[in-house]
């Protein structure tokens, strides 16, 4: 395994870790199906699938938002829909797979979950409509010119975080600061746009963004242990699915470092970040799969807009905070307390 240290745009570790490709259309595990209760005779059944990137709680509260959007418009579990979850066990290089073995199953639609992921689904789905959710950046996945002029067969909701907003809760929080380090898989477009907007916010605001990136999980750790050489004051890690597959390996050196780490995954605060500023899935969910509905029942995916739905979301760590003696101001608290998953 080889190792670049960069504070722009440095790699660990270039290839893909396509692992165990032929397996994954075997695979129990990472391939688990899971469907609803049959539909009740003689009433027309949808079936669809989840396709996602890895297990991951966030993509659950989108799963569930889509859902509820289906539901509010008249399918659902147990009734008219027969839904599929499938993954990629956290690697990018199995999403290609999923996705052609999704497309054999002659479904009614697939729902691509993650920027990697949609970009999986355009070189492999080439009949089966799409409406995807859980996804940072759909032009930089490939969906089209703009969200007006898109692919005509794939429509969705966008959710871009709020990267600036964490920018200046960092600075609100640590105004000394004068180093934000960050760790991120570079073929991960979704990152690379959130990387490239927090090094320009906080290169205004005379700091510098200290940069790892890694090819696979298996090189999380190290990656980690590398930008810490590198004394950042702060560690922030955006929605990388790489790394969230295995935050366990930022997690524990930056914990042992004595640094604060901030996520963009509200989610996984509770795993030993300081706070996470996010979006609420559920609301993107239920927005898409109210889209998903009107395609469905035969409206092509061609005339519907993409839209971005980004409801900001704040979850704070109290105990992480003791520990580093950190005091969460008032206004924080408050719309901590406010927020909904």
Not at 74 to 88: C, S, W, Y
Not at 176 to 194: L, W
Not at 262 to 289: K, Q, T
């Amino acid at each position: 395994m080889h190792m670049k240290m960069i504070t722009t745009q440095g790699h660990l570790g270039q290839a893909l870790r396509a692992g165990c490709a032929a397996a994954l259309l075997l695979s129990a595990a990472s391939c688990k199906r899971e469907t609803a209760p049959a539909a009740a005779p003689g009433v027309q059944t949808y079936r669809i699938a989840f396709a996602s990137f890895g297990p991951d709680p966030a993509a659950d509260n989108a799963i569930e938002g889509y859902l509820a959007g289906l539901r509010d418009e008249g399918i659902q579990e147990g009734k008219n829909l027969e839904v599929i979850r499938k993954h990629g066990s956290g690697e990018i290089g199995q999403l290609p797979l999923l996705m052609q073995s999704l497309e054999a199953q002659s479904l009614d639609l697939i729902v691509p979950m993650s920027t990697p992921g949609l970009s999986a689904a355009f070189g492999a789905v080439k009949t089966t409509p799409m409406v995807f959710v859980y996804t940072y950046d759909p032009l930089g996945a490939g969906a089209g010119k703009s969200f007006a002029d898109h692919l005509p067969r794939v429509t969705g909701v966008a959710s871009f975080p709020p990267v600036e907003g964490t920018m200046e809760l960092i600075l609100q929080l640590f105004p000394q600061a004068r180093t934000v380090g960050t760790i991120y898989n570079a073929s991960e477009a979704n990152s690379v746009k959130a990387v490239g907007v927090a090094r320009e916010v906080l290169k205004a605001k005379g700091l510098t963004l200290t940069e790892i990136s890694i090819g696979g999980t298996g090189e999380v750790l190290q990656g980690t242990q590398a930008l810490l050489a590198r004394g950042p004051d702060v560690v922030w890690v955006t929605g990388d699915n790489t790394i969230l597959q295995a935050l366990e390996g930022v997690i524990r050196p930056v914990t042992e470092a004595k640094l604060p780490l901030i996520l963009n995954d509200p989610e996984f605060v509770d795993r030993g970040a300081l706070a996470g500023v996010g979006i609420g899935w559920h609301a993107s969910g239920l927005a898409a799969g109210k889209m998903a509905a009107r395609v469905l029942r035969g409206e092509s995916p061609a005339g519907i807009p993409i839209v971005n739905l980004a409801k900001r979301r704040l979850v704070l760590n109290p105990e992480v905070a003791r520990k580093l003696g950190v005091v969460f101001p008032a206004e924080l608290l408050q719309e901590a307390a406010a927020a909904t998953p």
